[in-house]
C-alpha cells in the first residue's frame, strides 16, 4: 500500500453513494467556499489545487489525501477536525407538541373543570416516563387518591393547591416543586384558587402495570 493510499478518505462503509463521505466533504466545502464569497478558481490559488480537482471535491466524484483535505480547511479559516465535526452525527428524533396540541387524555378522576393533555408520547415498547399538563377551574370538585409506580415531579403554573402526598399537606404555589414516590396515595386535597395549571411529569424506574395510574 502506498502513502498516498494510506493518506485516502474511503466512503463510510454501509453508506449509499450519496451519503458518502466524499458527498459530505464536498457539500461542506461548498457551503463554506460560498458564505466566505470565495471562487474555485481563488481557493485553487490559496491551495496550489486544481481547479479541476476542487469541482471533483466538490462534486464528490473523486477521493482525496488528509494532506489535500488540511489545504482546503485552512484556505477556509476552519481546522481539520473542524472539517469532519458534522460528519455522521444521528438524525434528530424529537417529538414536538406545540401549544394547545398537548392529547387530552382520560384519567380515573378526570371530570368537567379536570384535564389531562399528555406533552409526549411513547416511541418506544417500554413507558419511561408521562409529561402532563394538569388543568382545574371547578372548585367543587372532589378528587380520588392516586397511586402509580415510579416517580412523579409537579411544577405549578398558575393558581393555588392543597396537595396531599401520604399524610402530608403540601401548599402549592406558581414556581413550587413537590417531587414524591407514586405509589404512595396521592392527590389534590382543595383547590385554593382558581384557575389551577400545573405540569406533573411520572418517571417510571419499571413498566406500569396496566388500570395502576
Not at 65 to 91: C, H, Q
Not at 133 to 161: C, N, Q, R
Request: charged share 20%.
Amino acid at each position: 500500500m502506498t502513502d498516498a493510499t494510506a493518506n485516502r478518505i474511503e466512503p463510510a462503509t454501509g453508506q449509499t453513494a450519496d451519503h458518502s463521505l466524499e458527498r459530505y466533504i464536498g457539500n461542506t466545502i461548498r457551503e463554506l467556499r460560498q458564505k466566505h464569497g470565495l471562487t474555485i478558481a481563488e481557493i485553487a490559488e490559496q491551495t496550489g489545487i486544481s481547479r479541476g480537482m476542487l469541482s471533483k471535491i466538490e462534486n464528490a466524484q473523486t477521493s482525496t489525501s488528509l494532506e489535500t483535505l488540511a489545504k482546503l480547511a485552512s484556505a477556509l479559516g476552519i481546522s481539520l477536525s473542524a472539517l469532519f465535526r458534522n460528519y455522521d452525527v444521528p438524525g434528530g428524533g424529537a417529538q414536538l407538541v406545540k401549544n394547545g396540541e398537548g392529547m387530552e387524555v382520560v384519567r380515573r378522576g378526570t371530570k368537567r373543570g379536570h384535564t389531562y393533555h399528555l406533552l409526549a408520547y411513547d416511541q418506544g415498547p417500554t413507558k419511561l416516563f408521562e409529561p402532563f399538563l394538569i388543568a382545574m377551574d371547578d372548585a367543587s370538585e372532589v378528587f380520588p387518591t392516586f397511586e402509580h409506580p415510579g416517580i412523579e415531579f409537579i411544577y405549578m403554573l398558575e393558581g393555588k393547591i392543597e396537595y396531599r402526598h401520604g399524610q402530608s399537606i403540601y401548599l402549592l404555589e406558581p414556581g413550587d416543586a413537590l417531587t414524591f414516590r407514586g405509589d404512595i396515595p396521592h392527590g389534590p386535597e382543595k383547590l385554593v384558587e382558581l384557575p389551577i395549571r400545573f405540569l406533573a411529569t411520572i418517571h417510571y424506574s419499571a413498566p406500569p402495570v396496566e388500570g395502576n395510574v
